[in-house]
């Protein structure tokens, strides 16, 4: 917690100034000729006031007691499952523009659903179309959303 | 205009949605996990296609039936199936232990529809009051109404103050990026997908939804299993009595904290039960499997629920998460939330008041005549439903603009909620900032427009006043009372 707390607050306090430069470079009120503050002031305030805080933040978690090293490895696998998961449906967005909503679905399912089950295949593939047919029906033709993307229009 | 309302409420059509919509919501609240707003934000994307009173009508039985359906699990596994219910997973479980599973389930139910009844009641009575005086506001009480609500993040989030803070103004600096409406100058990004502005229904499904998802991917292999019978679930004399004198307190409770910005049913939950602790004559037996104890804090987090749609539907400000998403329905619908909707939308308004009534009515026939139904969702394995939950994300989050720039969006934010959660930093503070932020910023900047950039327009009418001392109260009460606690104890 302490570390991820420091590079959260760092994260922050860059964005914050990286914020309030830019909209330094926005038209000010008078360009306007309305008293009205222009566009930087709001995103402005609103980044130094993200600056304050990320500091407050950062100050108290150096100060936090040192961590004990964490040995559950169980925690590890469950960490390690989610980035294998992030970069699956990564390339799972990525290819629904290039194979379509059904053929993409039903590879994301398959592979997920027998990763985690460790099942019968048949079973898995069985799950994953059926799925996979029962939402494209639902929402192409119940609610009339254009899922026909990709190469094959499906 | 009653016939009206009548009408479109017990249109068969509406009824079945609402029903669906509790069942459905049922059981995503049971299932540990997934919580009422995850529910609405995934199944919110079904209500596109639908008319304003269905969709609305469907999403508020979603909420209903979730925020009671995580009772289920708090009482049979203690693992609560939603955050609201954790208050009930402390007695409730007891009862399971002790054989008496469908004893608190029926107290648990009879007393969440009771505390739904409060709130709804409440609604009725306090909303159309509370849209007539906004009608008074002005850009400079609608600017301090918004900046109440920005405030309230800080009270909200805890011990971790600072982490909710940060993230509330993460989310009012997101809502900023497209085109600025005073000037129609581009901030941020030229990318022609953000120049409205972020789409925020996408960012609440990666949030709330897909972020969710990830959590339970680390403990897919978890498995819980109801190990007790469900048996005679209709309350006895004994219990109608405590319930009866437990569940409309902590339903009206439940309300007003449903009320205040931000403050969801999990906290609705515990405030009630601790108010029922300190008004019990038998306090000791908190803690231990008291009926007490199930009625309180199930009338409190299902009290919550028409509290959150107060400011919601009068104000335009969300009372907890699920009320934001309702923003974004609505919004969908072509309807404003505010006090015009009450001028504008009048038999919508009150359809959605009786709809209410009505959803709680399904949720309480479902719940003493499916329960041991609702008990078997408990078992469908997360290894096959965390991967469906997925891709309900990806098409939900495509279906509003027909978009795949927003299932992008969606992603990232799922991932982004998803690395927060681990370093304990709470996302609904996120969602106030990005409703609440570009209301905050419009009328700050109109209300200087129309005085001609004079600051006195901010303290000129009593309800500038009002909120001021509540803006004041917010921020430093802690503080003032820290004070004179110090202050007493020197004297002491």
Request: glycine content about 12%; overall charge positive.
């Amino acid at each position: 917690m302490k570390k991820g707390n420091i590079v959260f607050s760092l994260i922050c306090i860059v964005l914050g100034l990286y914020i309030i430069i830019v909209t330094m470079g926005y038209p000010k009120a008078a360009v306007y000729g309305t008293g009205v503050p222009g566009p930087g002031m709001w995103p402005g305030i609103i980044a130094g006031c993200l600056v304050v805080v990320s500091m407050v933040l950062l100050i108290k978690s150096i100060r936090m007691p040192k961590e004990v090293a964490e040995k559950v490895s169980e925690r590890m696998n469950g960490s390690k499952r989610v980035l294998i998961t992030m970069i699956g449906l990564v390339a799972y967005v990525a290819l629904l523009n290039i194979l379509g909503f059904i053929i993409s679905t039903v590879v994301m399912l398959f592979a997920f659903i027998q990763w985690f089950s460790r099942g019968k295949i048949w079973e898995s593939m069985l799950i994953s179309v059926v799925t996979t047919l029962f939402i494209y029906c639902v929402f192409r033709f119940l609610l009339n959303v254009p899922v026909n993307f990709g190469l094959f229009y499906f | 205009m009653l016939i009206q309302v009548l009408q479109s409420a017990l249109e068969p059509m509406v009824l079945l949605y609402m029903a669906l919509g509790v069942a459905a919501g049922i059981c995503i609240g049971a299932l540990p996990g997934l919580t009422a707003t995850m529910g609405v934000a995934l199944l919110l994307p079904l209500t596109f296609g639908m008319d304003a009173e269905s969709g609305i009508l469907m999403l508020l039985g979603i909420y209903v039936g979730a925020i009671y359906g995580g009772s289920i699990s708090a009482i049979l596994l203690h693992t609560p199936g939603t955050p609201a219910s954790a208050a009930t997973a402390i007695d409730g479980y007891e009862f399971s232990k002790r054989g008496e599973a469908g004893r608190a389930l029926g107290i648990s139910t009879i007393s969440s529809y009771i505390g739904g009844l409060v709130s709804v009641l409440c609604l009725w009575l306090i909303s159309p009051q509370l849209a007539k005086l906004a009608l008074k506001f002005s850009s400079a009480e609608f600017f301090l109404l918004a900046f109440f609500g920005l405030c309230i993040i800080a009270n909200i989030s805890g011990k971790d103050m600072e982490k909710g803070l940060i993230c509330g103004l993460l989310g009012i600096l997101v809502a900023t990026i497209g085109i600025d409406s005073v000037t129609s100058y581009i901030r941020f990004s030229h990318n022609v997908n953000l120049l409205s502005g972020v789409p925020y229904i996408p960012v609440m499904i990666g949030l709330f939804a897909m972020s969710q998802g990830f959590e339970s991917i680390e403990t897919i292999y978890d498995k819980d299993e109801v190990n007790c019978k469900v048996t005679k679930i209709l309350p006895h004399k004994e219990d109608w009595k405590v319930i009866l004198r437990t569940a409309p307190i902590t339903g009206l409770i439940g309300t007003f904290i449903g009320i205040i910005p931000g403050a969801g049913a999990d906290i609705g939950s515990f405030v009630g039960y601790n108010t029922a602790r300190s008004l019990s004559k038998t306090p000791e037996e908190f803690g231990k499997g008291s009926p007490e104890a199930v009625a309180a804090s199930e009338g409190g987090n299902n009290g919550v629920t028409g509290g959150a749609m107060i400011p919601m539907l009068t104000l335009g400000v969300p009372g907890d998460a699920v009320a934001a998403i309702m923003i974004g329905a609505l919004t969908i619908q072509g309807l404003t939330p505010g006090p015009m909707l009450f001028q504008n939308n009048k038999v919508l308004v009150y359809t959605i008041f009786f709809g209410m009534f009505i959803a709680n009515t399904f949720m309480l026939l479902m719940g003493l005549s499916c329960i041991r139904l609702f008990t078997k969702v408990l078992s469908v394995p997360k290894t096959v439903l965390t991967p469906i939950i997925f891709v309900l994300c990806v098409i939900g989050s495509f279906a509003m603009r027909n978009n795949l720039f927003d299932v992008g969006v969606m992603l990232v934010s799922g991932i982004v909620g998803y690395l927060l959660s681990k370093i304990k930093v709470p996302t609904s503070p996120a969602i106030l900032g990005l409703i609440l932020g570009p209301m905050a910023e419009k009328n700050f900047r109109t209300a200087l427009l129309k005085s001609g950039g004079s600051v006195n327009v901010f303290f000129n009418t009593p309800i500038c006043w009002f909120f001021l001392i509540l803006i004041f109260i917010t921020l430093f009460g802690k503080h003032i009372k820290g004070f004179f606690l110090s202050f007493n104890k020197q004297k002491g």
